[in-house]
């Protein structure tokens, strides 16, 4: 029932302990008392010294808002009224904090959506396929079609080339991607990169693929000289490749020229298939001089990109687009249904289309180049201040993800919600995160800096396997 | 490009043409000019004939709302808001007549999330485990915490003893039962009946599974004869089964204590892994007498159902409940990890767990109590009125799914949208579908019935294979 287990959420997090609720939540002054007949969770001290121990069960159940059954006589006295608005009020206010303190995750927290405050009302469900209607008539697929093109066209593949649907995260674009590489190859190996999203490795395990996984170099980026001796004692077999379009810790490109090339040159041209995944920078690439583009004029299958992160919207989303012919292989298959069943999910939030239509429709391509200038400035502008103040940090070319040491403090890194793993953290500048938003943020991290390290007895870690000696200001490298 | 296929969403039209807009819907006068680069989607053209074609790529993008470029001036015009605006009111009419006709797809569009409302300028996201905290704090585990607890009490499974999360849909549910299955039983044979939902059948392929098909008998059950000279076909091989509780076409309850029966006394005892498929009537059969009580203390391994049926919700989800033990099984393989990885999706909508609790808490078990009654009577009247206009009507004893003959016209069969299977059509009596609602859906399929019939060259379908000769009313079968 207890088990060694570390978090499960972003594959980030290696020394931590269970995280307490932020403070403005007391549940014990508005939980109602437990009903007699219900048993504890499973066992646990919160925050019994280092251990990586996660305690299943009471953790959560100690701090969750339980579901008490309604008096006879709730309607009457409105006390049940007044719980729930409490509750909700309450909860309220932790969301503006913690929005409000937030660096680690890729998510643009900056939008308003008030003009489609009006269409919460309704239960919109773009069942299965986008392009072809369902006798459901509460959709919104005149919405989903309308992104999925403008996706498409950033991408470069026509109207009549392409299929796609909007997705409820990054992960499942992954595992959309990945399956169908699987059916156009079903006796590939997966090859990924092990800065790859671990989703990637969850595909190849659901899908009972063979999955090798590739060597990085320290930027994060795939090291193709170790994916072509993979690739030759492997030459029997096709290849389905994921490609990391920023890599979830470090934010590294692969380079997908390179990928490409080291495939056509050892024997696999027309025998592989790619997958890229570009949920945190697919958007953000395109606009970036030099960066290598993900096009469909290339020799790629798939793209996905997720929506809550550089776009911003109330709940995860993503987009993936790939070639109509493949989805035509993947669906003759599909007897059992005499019908074209080509999305993961069935039910698919139809709300999630319409606020990405929304913020595509104001900004346009024009917007999000604009933007995403902005994102690359401000990272800069954090690496910088960062390394003046002789901190380990590391910020790839393309990228805004600012890897630097981990702060001593776990606390302070609950309070910005950074996300680590080992000795690294990392800043994802997002159009949210302003210069003011930095400097803060600075200003507090060189001001507890001075406590952890005053006396000595620690010092800054070495992160130099992580970020390379160059970029690490530890005692032994800096210089 | 363009290819024979059918309806991918809900695996229940077979003659349907392609289906127009509503009415309300003249894109063309709202839709800007398509800027000239871009090429026409594939051709085909809607409604020629009564062929079963479906035609990709015209269809939908002709419809769509295009994103266009905001010109440089559009700040100063205020077009592009205009534009938006306009957009936005016409669609929330359209939704609001189609939320008004809808009767075919169970959902329960009755509902009041005014009080939440303030909530959507937030990105919740639940990332990975309800029970494991993440750095990001803009979650609402609180509330999906309280809500799996009140499921796994229903199905009568101990706080410690539970593992669970929600889910994007009835879909994912399936997918995480049955690979939950495959997990335990890596060797094991997929069983389902051939009236499951196609989820499962998806399910199987994804994970390269082996899957048998078992007979129904008339009302949709799975044929418990065929089940056993399946099983004694394999008995070397454990059992994973699919059992539904609530069939997507007829509104079938498995026999859950049957299908028990039938593994032990046949040599399967400790051998199978039992997953319920509760999408529709997951939340309702508790509350239903004489039905086949779904709980953990049988040998099951999952419950899954959906939240967006008889609960109501803007957008899918799903409640998926499985034994902690099985989870443990399936992390303790995650070695990539070094965590535990268990739910399907990595990202989570974190609105939906709020929506639950809310209605959970407002209407407790009694007030479900109260609702599945309704809609057991208000089904019955719907049956009952049919049977005395003499159309053939079937509604199996633990459900509100009114199955009957397939209205003749096709632009009736959307405008309440209907579901359809061949020559059957289905009724969901949801807690917002009233005694009114049903009043005018009949007086209206009355009397465009006696037009359709009037001629005497056609006449109403046999449809005796579908529900039983007892139930038909086709020239032929009525007394």
Known sequence: MVGSVGNGS?????KEKVEPLPREFDPEEIVPPKPPLETEGAG???GSGKSREIVLGRNVHTMCFAIKEPEADDEVTGEREAYMASVLARYRRSLIDRTKHH????????????????????????????????????HSRQFEVGVLDWFARLWELEKNEYWGYITNCGTEGNLHGILVG???????????????????????????????????????????????ASLLQNMERPAIVNVNIGTTVKGAVDDLDLVIKTLE??????????????????????????????????????????GHKFVGCPMPCGVQITRLQHINV??????????????IMGSRNGHAPIFLWYTLNRKGYRGFQKEVQKCLRNAHYLKDRLKEAGISVMLNELSSTVVFERPEDEEFVRQWQLACEGNIAHVVVMPNVTIDKLDSFLNEL?????????????????????????NCCCALHKR
Not at 10 to 14: T, V
Not at 106 to 133: K, M, R, T, V, W
Not at 269 to 286: E, Q, S, T
């Open 103 to 138: 660096l680690g995750y890729p998510y643009n927290l900056d939008f308003d959506y008030g003009a489609l405050g009006q269409l919460q009302h309704f239960s919109i469900n773009n069942l299965g396929d986008p392009f072809i209607e369902s006798n459901y008539g509460v």
């Open 330 to 343: 993947l669906s003759s298959n599909v007897e059992y249904l005499a019908s074209r069943d080509a999305t």
């Open 44 to 46: 646990g001290e919160e």
């Open 182 to 228: 699987r059916e156009v190859f079903p006796d590939g190996i997966l090859y990924a990169s092990g800065e790859s999203h671990y989703s990637i490795f969850k595909a190849a395990r659901m899908y009972r693929m063979e999955c090798l996984k590739v060597d990085t170099l320290a930027s994060g980026e795939i090291d193709c000289t170790h994916f072509k």
């Open 10 to 14: 972003m594959d980030l997090r290696e």
């Open 265 to 306: 040159e050892n024997g696999f041209k027309d025998r592989f298939y790619i997958h890229c995944d570009g949920a945190l920078f697919g958007l953000m690439m395109p606009f970036v001089k030099r960066a290598p583009k993900v096009t469909f004029k290339k020799p790629i299958g798939s793209v996905s990109v997720s």
């Open 446 to 470: 060189l001001r507890h800096r001075s406590c952890w390290y005053q006396k000595g007895n620690i010092s800054p870690p070495c992160i130099a396997a992580d970020i390379g000696e160059e």
